[in-house]
């Protein structure tokens, strides 16, 4: 079976993709330009690589990408600069997430479709009943007006908790919340809740993309693993 990921040239997105690579298994990949992916994922007999800009692909296109795809990642988030941060598109995040799965809900698949969101733990769940500091929220009202990526990490990943696709016989979903990520090659353990155990703000702790890779390919091929947290927001930390 194919995965479509989204995001395969940022940091954590290419790390999926060769986690997959590594299992044999077969990787659709969407990006503008391929020039600064390796050649092992390039030239992989795993991969293909689909040159387009996402959010100008038509419906019917989409529609053609996700045919056929038994779980569908998005990796993609805004670039640290001035222009990747103010500039457009301000909706990347949710604007292909309610593609998408507009896109899967259309070719009515057989069995859900899995779609594996990267967030973070930034959002708060609020259906959870997840609680934060006074001091915590003040910050975070604060962030909703200065940083529009914020505000669309959170709306993308309440699309998926309030929207009709909650309930939606054609999807399933994961939204992975990582902490503080850091770049470790290395492969350590990890430790996976349903909600954060420390304060994102004020007691940040480590996660490796490589370990947020790790959990979401796990996701794709372990259905025990993705009985147990389909439909809910996990939070990932490097174990200590």
Known sequence: MMTLVLG?????????????????????IIVRSSDNLPLYITTSNHVEVVHANVLELTDDQLAEYV???????????????????YGQPRRLV?????R??????????KTPTKFILMSTTGFQNILADEKISAAHQIIVSFLRMILPPHVDN???????????????KFI????VRPDSLTNDIGRTEYEIHPSP???PIFDSQNTSRLNVARFMTELITS???WCKWKNKFPVIYNKN
């Open 197 to 199: 155990q420390f304060d």
């Open 94 to 98: 949710t604007d292909v997430t309610t």
């Open 67 to 85: 045919w056929g795809c038994e779980a569908v990642v998005s990796c993609l988030g805004h670039n640290l600069t001035f222009k990747g941060i």
């Open 172 to 175: 399933e979903w994961v939204a």
């Open 154 to 168: 959170e709306q993308a990943a309440r699309y998926l908790q309030t929207c009709e696709i909650r309930s939606s």
């Open 223 to 225: 259905a025990e693993t």
């Open 100 to 109: 998408i799965c507009k896109a899967i809900r259309s070719t009515q698949p």
């Open 8 to 28: 395969a040239t940022g940091a954590t997105g290419r790390l999926v993709v060769e986690e997959l690579i590594n299992q044999n298994r077969k990787v659709r």
